[in-house]
């Protein structure tokens, strides 16, 4: 199994910085694609930021410019910079990995367990 493990949210004022990490462990043959969704109160899941082995990025317009994603592949972990925090950026924010657990076995879809990101105006 693959397990992804979030860390870095909390309660910020609105304008502030947070960063959030996400390392991957268990049985990895490779990781393709790393990122982020987050998912709003009464709000569907939405991506907020990917990035791939290759280095390859995809950034939702909504935080463009405020957000950074950024990847160690050796460590298998994820970062995302958030910066001028607003309050629509209130949600659970949750890890998501693409990857292969040995080298014969395609690729699937990991997630972790969230972590609660509050934006207070």
């Known amino acids: 199994q693959v397990q992804l493990v979030e860390s870095g949210g909390g309660l910020v004022q609105a304008g502030g910085s947070l960063r959030l990490s996400c390392a991957a462990s268990g049985r990895i043959f490779s990781i393709n694609t790393m990122g982020w969704y987050r998912q709003g109160l009464g709000k569907q899941r939405e991506l907020v930021a990917t990035?791939?082995?290759?280095?390859?990025?995809n950034i939702a317009d909504s935080v463009k410019g405020r957000f950074t994603i950024s990847r160690d592949n050796a460590k298998n972990t994820v970062y995302l910079q958030m910066n001028s925090l607003k309050p629509e950026d209130t949600a659970v924010y949750y890890c998501y990995a693409w990857g292969s657990q040995t080298y014969d076995r395609p690729p699937s879809d990991y997630w972790g367990q969230g972590t609660r990101v509050t934006v207070s105006s």
């Open positions: 990035s791939t082995s290759g280095g390859s990025t």
